[in-house]
Structures are given as structure tokens and as C-alpha cells.
């Protein structure tokens, strides 16, 4: 995967992650040991490549099947910064039908870091959501946990991101409270 990244070759490496996306996700959820659903070999080729993979990565983002959206998400993250012009396409997907989608895509915003304030409302927006979780869920709040960890994050270059941990210091989740804490000092 890392020598595909190395040559650019987005195409094959993007059908390679849908394949793996239909292969693997299931059987990682299934693994019982807190496994990423997008805890894929591909997702590393692709983020290797850099900004190239971009657009095809948005794309998968609104792909029909969640696995990839989800995997989109988590590669779009670990190329860092230098995603960020994937970023609105990121605050959008806080909206996914499907909640690992929204908790990769919270997470991608953390590790790309405040580039617009529009990320940061959609983020904050995020800390309302709480749809019907699956029963793969990490915790009873995933999606406002890894919002408020993304915020954390940010909170030293985004008054916004400051602010709104601050009002989550009294939240019912200890989880939330010990990121906005974290996020704070």
C-alpha cells in the first residue's frame, strides 16, 4: 500500500479500499476487542500518497456503502493538515447515517486541525447528536466524545473550540468532561 501511495496510483489504491472495506470491516467490529471497523492496510497507501488522494477520498465520503465512508474518514485524518482542503467535505459527513462514519469524521477534524470556522460550528453542532448507537459502541457517547476530544485538540488555536469546552466541563459524560478538561489546561 505504501509503495502505491509512493507512485500516486490513487486508482488502484482506492479500489483496493473498497475491496478491503467489504472484506475486513465487518470482521473488525466482530473482533470484540474495541477494533476500528477502518482499521484497514489501505488506508495507510492512501495516506501516503498526500493531497493527490483527496478527491477521491471525498468522494468515497458520500459513497453509498458506510465502511468506506467511514475509511475516508480515518485516511483523510492520518494525512493530517495537509487534508485540509477535505475539510467541509469532513464536517459534512458529522452528519453520516452511520455512526462510525461520524465518529472518523469527528476524528479527521482533530487531527487536521481549525482551518475554518465552519468545521469548528459543525464540530460544536455534533455535541447535540445523539442518534441510536449500534451495539458496537465504544461508549454510550462516541460521537460527542471524539467531537469534544477533536475540540480539545484546537482549543489553543480556536476560541471557538475553547468556548465550547468550556460549557462541556458540566456534561453528563465523565468522558466529555475529562476531554473539555484535557482540552482547557
Known amino acids: 500500500a505504501y509503495a502505491l501511495g509512493a507512485q500516486g496510483a490513487i486508482t488502484?489504491?482506492?479500489?483496493?479500499?473498497?475491496?478491503?472495506?467489504?472484506?475486513?470491516?465487518?470482521?473488525?467490529?466482530?473482533?470484540?476487542?474495541?477494533?476500528?471497523?477502518?482499521?484497514?492496510d489501505?488506508?495507510?497507501?492512501?495516506?501516503?500518497?498526500?493531497?493527490?488522494?483527496i478527491p477521491a477520498l471525498e468522494s468515497a465520503l458520500a459513497d453509498e456503502a458506510?465502511?468506506?465512508?467511514?475509511?475516508?474518514?480515518t485516511t483523510l485524518g492520518y494525512m493530517g493538515r495537509s487534508a485540509s482542503p477535505a475539510l467541509p467535505a469532513l464536517a459534512a459527513a458529522l452528519k453520516d447515517t452511520n455512526e462510525w462514519g461520524r465518529r472518523h469524521a469527528a476524528e479527521a477534524i482533530g487531527y487536521i486541525g481549525p482551518e475554518e470556522e465552519t468545521?469548528?460550528?459543525?464540530?460544536?453542532?455534533?455535541?447535540?447528536d445523539r442518534r441510536t448507537l449500534t451495539r458496537w459502541s465504544l461508549s454510550d457517547d462516541p460521537l460527542r466524545e471524539t467531537a469534544t476530544a477533536a475540540l480539545a485538540r484546537m482549543a489553543h488555536r480556536a476560541p471557538t473550540a475553547k468556548r465550547a469546552l468550556t460549557t462541556l466541563l458540566n456534561d453528563e459524560s465523565e468522558y466529555v468532561r475529562a476531554w473539555a478538561a484535557t482540552g482547557l489546561e
Open 12 to 40: 488502484e489504491l482506492t479500489s483496493a479500499l473498497s475491496r478491503e472495506t467489504q472484506d475486513r470491516s465487518q470482521a473488525n467490529l466482530e473482533r470484540g476487542d474495541f477494533t476500528s471497523p477502518s482499521q484497514l
Open 42 to 53: 489501505t488506508t495507510y497507501g492512501l495516506a501516503a500518497a498526500g493531497p493527490i488522494a
Open 66 to 73: 458506510w465502511p468506506l465512508r467511514a475509511a475516508a474518514a
Open 119 to 128: 468545521t469548528i460550528q459543525a464540530l460544536v453542532a455534533a455535541l447535540d
